[in-house]
């Protein structure tokens, strides 16, 4: 008897303890599965795919000279990729492997901000969505910058939500460090504090960028110069916002107001190990509608300023690519909106399913 009376206060003790331990089992759960799910795919296949062979390249030469040969790019996500060369040699698991567990990071990263944002079924929601999606499982196992460049930007509207602006506008500079393209999402965020009217704040997410972008180009400006540096990145930002399709990009360039709809998905590689940039067109495109519908929420101050923000996340990280005079544009330039793309998807999906049962059987779920 008294062994039963003992077991029976413990349970709710047991209970409440995993309650407050919730949100660190989801995202250490939501981790585990992304992480396990990518590394299979990591040593495969043994050979370089598409432009990996040219940042493999960057990254060798970055960590034994300090010498960037692609310059086209800032150098943050090639020292990444440096780095698991480093730890795991020269071959297809080194090549890949921070890349992989950067890609695995975004899921909780994306559950953690919705739960903050809206609560925590669209952060469930998101967060599988995001565990399930194409574009991520695809750019993950492949060492191109995109995944640092989706990582960073999403870890940086994290820190926002949560009001550490500093730490923001550093994670916003690592971005910028990885692709220029990163520009985007800091819009984003500036015109959201433009809308709240923060305006103390805006000056944070143009200077400190600034400065953590030359932080990390300052290994490089010491090697060539700055003279010679500064006039390659300026020549390299004019080349991306200019590119033009050529006979040999244009079967595989694609337009923006195609991505939602996985219009022209991109492949990697054919045949064995098949790789293939793909969106989500049964849930990408749903994003439209239920980003009118967070606005009217917020607009008919039913919700808060801040479920707007991820609207604004996709509508300068995706929208902004629209206003770029180049032609030559590729669908996984889609993967840093996709975070917002699915948080966003998550919440019109709850919200239709709320009202069909408020209207149909009377209870909201």
């Known amino acids: 008897m008294t062994k039963r009376l003992s077991m029976e206060f413990q349970l709710p003790s047991f209970f409440n303890t995993l309650k407050a331990y919730k949100p660190f089992l989801i995202v250490l759960l939501l981790f585990t599965i992304a992480y396990v799910v990518r590394m299979l795919r990591v040593p495969f296949p043994p050979e370089t795919m598409s432009d990996e062979r ?19 790019h800032p150098p943050l996500g090639k020292y990444l990729i440096g780095l698991g060369i480093l730890i795991f040699g020269d071959n297809p698991f080194g090549w890949r492997f921070i890349g992989a567990l950067c890609g695995s990071t975004i899921a909780p990263l994306v559950y ?20 399930i999606d194409p574009l991520n499982n695809a750019m993950s196992c492949i060492a191109m910058l995109d995944i640092y460049l989706a990582f960073f930007v999403t870890f940086a509207f994290l820190a926002f939500v949560y009001q550490k602006y500093y730490l923001s506008a550093i994670l916003f500079g690592m971005a910028c460090s990885v692709k220029f393209a990163a520009v985007f999402s800091i819009c984003g965020v500036v015109m959201y ?5 923060e305006w103390e704040h805006i000056r944070l997410f143009v200077i400190i960028p600034l400065a953590v972008f030359l932080v990390i180009s300052l290994p490089i400006i010491l090697i060539e110069g700055i003279g010679k540096w500064f006039d390659s990145t300026l020549f390299y930002l004019m080349w991306h916002a200019n590119l033009p399709t050529t006979e040999y990009t244009e079967p595989i360039a694609s337009r923006p107001e195609g991505w939602l709809f996985n219009i022209k998905p991109f492949v990697f590689r054919q045949h064995l190990h098949k790789r293939i940039a793909n969106a989500n067109p049964y849930l990408y495109p749903l994003a439209l509608p239920a980003s009118v519908y967070i606005i009217y929420l917020v607009c008919k101050n039913r919700a808060e300023h801040i479920e707007q923000l991820p609207v604004f996340w996709f509508a300068t990280q995706y929208g902004l690519f629209f206003l770029l005079p180049r032609t030559a544009q590729y669908i996984f330039y889609l993967l840093p909106s996709v975070p917002a793309i699915l948080l966003i998807t998550a919440k019109g999906i ?3 399913l709320e009202f069909l049962k408020n209207r149909y059987l009377g209870y909201a779920i």
């Open 54 to 72: 040219f940042y493999i390249e960057a990254a060798k030469s970055l960590i034994s000279t300090g010498h960037d040969t692609n310059p086209e």
């Open 112 to 131: 953690l901000i919705a739960t903050k944002v809206y609560n925590e079924k669209v952060g469930l929601l998101s967060g599988l969505f995001l565990l």
């Open 193 to 197: 504090l433009i809308y709240i009217q």
């Open 350 to 352: 709850l919200a239709v």
